[in-house]
C-alpha cells in the first residue's frame, strides 16, 4: 500500500486552503498553496533546468528559489521581529549587485537551492506560528514606516501572498518552457482530487 492509499481520502489536499476558516487559516492556507505550487513547478530539475531563461529576461527558477528563499527570511526575521538575517544571507553580495539573491543562484547546486528554499519555509512557518499564537493578526510587528507606524502581522501575510502569487506565475511560464509542465498540481486540482476521495 502506498502513502497516498494511507491518507485520510475525506481530508483536503494538504495545499487546499480550508472553504470556510479564520481569517489566520484562509491567510495561511492561502499562502501555503502557492508555496506547494510554486516549490511543484520548481522541483524535480537539473542545472540545466533551474537556470533555463526566457527571451531577454535574466529570471530563473533556480533564481527564484533563492529569491522566495530570501524574501521568507527577510519577512520573518527582519520585518517580523527586527531580527538580522544571519545564515546563509550575511556573506551576500547586494553590494555589487542589486539582484544578488537572483544571479548568485546560478553558482549553486540544484541540492542546494531545494534545501535552502525548503527550510526557509520550515522556518518561516514556525515563526509565524509563534507570532500568531502571541498576538493574531493584528499585532504590530517591527517593520514601520517613516512616521514611525508599525504594520501588522497581517500586513507580511498579505505581501507574502503577493509576492509568491507574482512569482508563482513566473515559475508557471519558466517550467513549461523547461519541461511543458503546466497546470497547478499533479492531481488535477481540487475537483479531481475531491473525486478521487469518494
Same mark, same amino acid.
Given at each position: 500500500?502506498?502513502?497516498?492509499?494511507?491518507?485520510?481520502?475525506?481530508?483536503?489536499?494538504?495545499?487546499?486552503?480550508?472553504?470556510?476558516?479564520?481569517?489566520?487559516?484562509?491567510? @495561511?492556507?492561502? @499562502?501555503?498553496?502557492?508555496?506547494?505550487?510554486?516549490?511543484?513547478?520548481?522541483g524535480d530539475l537539473d542545472d540545466s533546468g533551474l537556470r533555463h531563461r526566457l527571451g531577454a529576461s535574466s529570471l530563473t527558477?533556480?533564481?527564484? @528559489?533563492?529569491?522566495?528563499?530570501?524574501?521568507?527570511?527577510?519577512?520573518?526575521?527582519?520585518?517580523?521581529? %527586527?531580527?538580522?538575517? %544571519?545564515?546563509?544571507?550575511e556573506h551576500d553580495g547586494w553590494e555589487d549587485d542589486e539582484d544578488w539573491e537572483l544571479t548568485s543562484a546560478a553558482l549553486?547546486?540544484?541540492?542546494?537551492?531545494?534545501?535552502?528554499?525548503?527550510?526557509?519555509?520550515?522556518?518561516?512557518?514556525?515563526?509565524?506560528?509563534?507570532?500568531?499564537?502571541? %498576538?493574531?493578526?493584528?499585532?504590530?510587528?517591527?517593520?514601520? $514606516?517613516?512616521?514611525?507606524?508599525?504594520?501588522?502581522?497581517?500586513? @507580511?501575510?498579505?505581501?507574502?501572498?503577493?509576492?509568491?502569487?507574482?512569482?508563482? %506565475?513566473?515559475? $508557471?511560464?519558466?517550467?513549461?518552457?523547461?519541461? #511543458?509542465?503546466? #497546470?497547478?498540481?499533479?492531481? #488535477?486540482?481540487?475537483?479531481?482530487?475531491a473525486h478521487r476521495r469518494r
Amino acid at each position: 500500500m502506498s502513502d497516498a492509499d494511507d491518507q485520510d481520502r475525506t481530508a483536503p489536499p494538504p495545499w487546499e486552503p480550508p472553504l470556510a476558516g479564520t481569517e489566520a487559516e484562509q491567510l @495561511l492556507g492561502a @499562502l501555503d498553496r502557492l508555496r506547494w505550487t510554486f516549490r511543484w513547478k520548481a522541483g524535480d530539475l537539473d542545472d540545466s533546468g533551474l537556470r533555463h531563461r526566457l527571451g531577454a529576461s535574466s529570471l530563473t527558477l533556480g533564481g527564484l @528559489l533563492k529569491h522566495l528563499a530570501w524574501v521568507e527570511d527577510h519577512t520573518t526575521r527582519e520585518k517580523l521581529a %527586527g531580527e538580522s538575517l %544571519g545564515a546563509p544571507w550575511e556573506h551576500d553580495g547586494w553590494e555589487d549587485d542589486e539582484d544578488w539573491e537572483l544571479t548568485s543562484a546560478a553558482l549553486d547546486t540544484p541540492a542546494e537551492l531545494y534545501a535552502l528554499y525548503d527550510a526557509t519555509v520550515e522556518r518561516s512557518r514556525s515563526r509565524v506560528a509563534a507570532a500568531l499564537a502571541e %498576538g493574531g493578526l493584528d499585532q504590530p510587528v517591527h517593520l514601520s $514606516d517613516e512616521h514611525g507606524n508599525r504594520a501588522s502581522l497581517r500586513r @507580511l501575510l498579505c505581501d507574502l501572498v503577493e509576492e509568491y502569487g507574482r512569482h508563482t %506565475g513566473h515559475a $508557471d511560464l519558466l517550467r513549461e518552457a523547461v519541461d #511543458g509542465r503546466v #497546470g497547478e498540481d499533479p492531481t #488535477g486540482g481540487p475537483e479531481i482530487a475531491a473525486h478521487r476521495r469518494r
